[in-house]
């Protein structure tokens, strides 16, 4: 089963749309917490991005909020990697990286997601 997701356009509160299997979208309201991780996540592209640099725009819990979306149906991949921290000290932190290419492919299967990426 392949899972993948969007943020739509803006709005008072984000919407998720999530993908399951290609045969049912669903819209999910995020609350502000998550909507301030995701952002960040989708941004990373490919290269993706570390609990640090998540603690640096403001997500105080960047695991839990990470554990949240992926229930809710987003496609985040998540791995453990050493980095240095701005005091030089090694640490073992957590990586998050959107994979957007399962959201692509429903969006050739659904015109309406199309739409939504488009914004």
């Given at each position: ?17 999530c993908v ?14 998550l909507?301030?991780?995701?952002r ?15 603690q ?6 960047p ?14 991949m998540?791995e453990r990697?050493?980095?240095f921290?701005?005091n ?25 997601i199309?739409?939504?990426l488009?914004?």
């Open positions: 089963m392949t899972t993948g997701m969007q943020v739509a356009g803006p709005s008072q509160s984000d919407r998720l749309v399951r299997a290609h045969v049912t979208v669903e819209k999910v309201s995020l609350p502000p917490y909507s301030r991780t995701f960040p996540i989708i941004a990373a592209g490919e290269q993706g991005i570390n609990t640090l640099e998540l640096k725009v403001g997500v105080t819990n695991s839990q909020a990470v554990s949240e979306l992926v229930k809710l149906g987003a496609n985040i998540r990697r050493m980095v921290d701005e030089g000290v090694k640490k073992c932190v957590g990586h998050y990286i959107y994979r957007a290419d399962l959201t692509e492919a429903a969006a050739a299967t659904f015109p309406e199309k739409e939504s488009r914004q």
